[in-house]
Nanobody
Framework: QVQLVESGGGLVQPGGSLRLSCAAS????????MAWYRQAPGKQRELVAV???????NYRDSVKGRFTISRDNAKNTVYLQMNSLKPEDTAVYYC???????????????WGQGTQVTVSS
């Protein structure tokens, strides 16, 4: 069994900051890609930021320069530092990981349960 557990969401005023964390635990051999997605009410889930095992990152255009994704491979944890938050950043944020449970070619996709981020005055 593998679990992804997120933390760090909450209510923040426009211009404020939040830091999300997601820790993966269980039967894990290696983690390839880790990412953050978000889903606002009535909208499709969208990719926010992604980081590879080697540390390469990519962001959606609307968060570039404001959000930073990072990971601690020793702790199987990914972070999302969110600065200069805007009301349009309001959504449920989901952690994602593609990982291997044992040595070999097979990898599996896992999702966290989601954490609410609300940006409002």
């Amino acid at each position: 069994q593998v679990q992804l557990v997120e933390s760090g969401g909450g209510l923040v005023q426009p211009g404020g900051s939040l830091r999300l964390s997601c820790a993966a635990s269980g039967s894990i051999f290696s983690i390839n890609v880790m990412a953050w997605y978000r889903q606002a009410p009535g909208k499709q889930r969208e990719l926010v930021a992604v980081i590879t095992s080697g540390g390469s990152t990519n962001y959606r255009d609307s968060v570039k320069g404001r959000f930073t994704i990072s990971r601690d491979n020793a702790k199987n944890t990914v972070y999302l530092q969110m600065n200069s938050l805007k009301p349009e950043d309001t959504a449920v944020y989901y952690c994602y990981a593609r990982l291997a449970r044992s040595r070999g070619p097979y990898e599996y996709d896992y999702w966290g349960q989601g954490t609410q981020v609300t940006v409002s005055s």
